[in-house]
Nanobody, 115 residues
Framework: QVQLVESGGGLVQPGGSLRLSCAASENINSIAVMRWYRQAPGKQRELVAGIGSLGITNYADSVKGRFTISRDNAKNTVYLQMNSLKLDDTAVYYC?????????WGQGTQVTVSS
């Protein structure tokens, strides 16, 4: 059982930055894919960014050029650096991991972009 704990959310003005962290309870070298999803009020959960064990990344079109996902295997942590934040980025952000046939979710962290 992999436990994922997100942190780093908060309130930020448009154009600002935040860095989210997802700390895993186990060695993430054994985790093939880690992703960030988000869910805004009244909307479906959507994929924001993903990173594979070899460091290959993918992003939603809406965040390309603004968000960067990275992983620190030594710290068992995945990060999401979010720059140039927009009002539409307001959501609960969830960390997600796949290991073998099992999927794991964190509890989420709120990001609110507001002036």
């Amino acid at each position: 059982q992999v436990q994922l704990v997100e942190s780093g959310g908060g309130l930020v003005q448009p154009g600002g930055s935040l860095r989210l962290s997802c700390a895993a309870s186990e060695n993430i070298n054994s985790i093939a894919v880690m992703r960030w999803y988000r869910q805004a009020p009244g909307k479906q959960r959507e994929l924001v960014a993903g990173i594979g064990s070899l460091g290959i990344t993918n992003y939603a079109d809406s965040v390309k050029g603004r968000f960067t996902i990275s992983r620190d295997n030594a710290k068992n942590t995945v990060y999401l650096q979010m720059n140039s934040l927009k009002l539409d980025d307001t959501a609960v952000y969830y960390c997600y991991a796949i290991r073998g046939l099992k999927q794991y979710w964190g509890q989420g962290t709120q990001v609110t972009v507001s002036s």
